[in-house]
């Protein structure tokens, strides 16, 4: 009923730029918060960045200054701009909306991942 599809990702030199994109489509009435999530090898998944319906944004302190985070209400999407990429920026990024359906349901939903690999 819901469909999200991420994009963006890639291979990138250290220093270099990345944007990710999660775009979501199907019976939704609204969406809160978006958020972007990533997952290292043999590390717990964490959270990136969020941002609330009304703009408000998180970041997790080793992306601050360095990421940003923004949203379409009208289309549905999430983008995260990041700059200055680290080797330690290496993982699988996912998208998750915090959203309520059509149907009165209110669930998270999880983007199928991009993988980001910056190289040193």
């Not at 599809?5 to 030199?13: A, D, F, K, N, T």
């Not at 009435?29 to 998180?58: C, H």
């Not at 302190?61 to 990429?85: C, E």
């Not at 290496?90 to 999880?110: M, P, S």
Request: aromatic content about 8%; proline content about 2%.
């Amino acid at each position: 009923q819901v469909q999200l599809v991420e994009s963006g990702g890639g291979l990138v030199q250290a220093g270099g730029s990345l944007t990710l994109s999660c775009a979501a489509s199907g019976s939704i009435f609204r969406i809160d918060t978006m958020g972007w999530y990533r997952q290292a090898p043999g590390k717990q998944r964490e959270l990136v960045a969020d941002i609330s319906r009304s703009g408000r944004t998180n970041y997790v302190d080793s992306v601050k200054g360095r990421f940003t985070i923004s949203r379409d209400n009208a289309k549905n999407t999430v983008h995260v701009q990041m700059n200055s990429l680290k080797p330690e920026d290496t993982a699988v990024y996912y998208c998750k909306l915090d959203l309520l359906r059509i149907d009165g349901a209110r669930l998270d939903y999880w983007g199928q991942g991009t993988q980001v690999t910056v190289s040193s």
